[in-house]
């Protein structure tokens, strides 16, 4: 499974981002997709997950209300919406993927997934 990462970039606080993530080299709608990141000196960290169905999501709870993951069966993509960006929201976002072996599965732990792609940054600017 490839997966490439886009949609980065510089925001102002308040302002909105959509990050996509591109699957490759597996049937994806057989994958549970997620959304980590990792700012400087911190270790990363979970933000979103979706099933391979999308019928179940989960967002932490830094970015409930901001935040949303969607998926499009169609163009093989995984999409993470962020609203009113904060400053603390800087880090480069990772996503990543996992075989799902039973219907509704998702991870929000590291070791959850399998397949990482190559990030893409996320700066927040005041």
């Known amino acids: 499974v490839q997966l490439q990462a886009s949609g980065g970039g510089l925001v102002q606080a308040g302002g909105s981002l959509t990050l996509a993530c591109a699957a490759s080299g597996h049937t994806f709608n057989t994958?549970?997709?997620g959304w980590f990141r990792q700012a400087p000196g911190k270790e990363r960290e979970f933000v979103a997950t979706i099933s391979a169905s999308g019928g179940r999501m989960f967002v932490v709870d830094a970015g409930k209300g901001r935040f949303s993951i969607s998926r499009d069966s169609a163009k093989n993509t995984v999409y993470l919406q962020m609203n009113n960006l904060k400053l603390e929201d800087t880090a480069v976002y990772y996503c990543a993927a996992a075989r799902?072996?039973?219907?509704?599965?998702?991870?929000?732990?590291l070791r959850g997934y399998d397949y990482w792609g190559q990030g893409t940054q996320v700066t927040v600017s005041s």
């Open 31 to 33: 994958l549970y997709m």
């Open 100 to 109: 799902s072996t039973e219907s509704g599965t998702f991870s929000r732990i």
